[in-house]
């Protein structure tokens, strides 16, 4: 059992870094592997809805020069996510967002039916917003939120305060111990049959 964790942050020792290790080590120590990737100062690309991924039937970006491929690939073996981000101006990390837009878009069935969580980072303010924002896109493919006592959010600005945040740290405990039960209850057991999927435009 395998959970991967994304630092969205261009710091890679910096709060949401501290944040996303409180719950890595809970996780450990529920028996559950870690993997946290940095998504670090490289740009990463926006999709440009080209299609590529889809018309050449690879689940890849047609971009192979920053995290999309890589992580999707990690996602295939691991079985549960947690996306970290800081906020900026009362959302994630635009880089963070262009990485999970792509992801769910180009390799969607490596993510399908996972749990997964949204974690933000902030000062002060725009925490719950950026936190709606991350979790939004993985409801689409039917992976379940996991929560903890309180909404996924750490406080702290400068290097090392988030450490500080008794409840945050707390929080990101609980999340992991959530997300393990969940994994292990899942263990085993096959996915939800679905229904094939019926998109419908309101412009006729």
């Not at 991924?53 to 990690?74: H, M, P, Q, R, Y």
């Not at 800081?86 to 399908?112: C, D, E, H």
């Not at 969580?117 to 493919?141: H, K």
């Not at 990101?172 to 229904?195: D, F, T, V």
């Amino acid at each position: 059992m395998k959970v991967l964790l994304i630092n969205g942050s261009p710091r890679k020792a910096g709060n949401t870094f501290l944040a996303l290790s409180e719950a890595a080590k809970e996780l450990t120590q529920s028996g559950i592997e870690t993997e946290i990737i940095q998504l670090g100062t490289h740009p990463t690309r926006s999709c440009i809805a080209c299609n590529s991924c889809k018309s050449k039937g690879d689940n890849k970006c047609i971009f192979d020069d920053d995290l999309c491929n890589s992580v999707a690939e990690k996602m295939r073996g691991s079985d549960a996510l947690i996306d970290g981000s800081p906020v900026y101006y009362g959302q994630p990390n635009a880089g963070v967002l262009a990485l999970i837009q792509r992801m769910l878009y180009s390799a969607g069935s490596a993510f399908s039916g996972k749990p997964v969580a949204g974690v933000a980072v902030c000062r002060r303010g725009g925490a719950t917003a950026a936190l709606q924002t991350l979790t939004m896109p993985f409801q689409i493919l039917n992976m379940p939120i996991v929560t903890s006592q309180y909404w996924n959010i750490v406080y702290g600005r400068d290097a090392g305060e988030a450490a500080l945040d008794a409840e945050g740290m707390q929080t990101m405990r609980s999340l992991a111990k959530n997300m393990a039960a969940m994994i292990k209850a899942m263990q085993g057991r096959p996915k939800p049959e679905y229904e094939a999927r019926q998109a419908m435009n309101f412009i006729r």
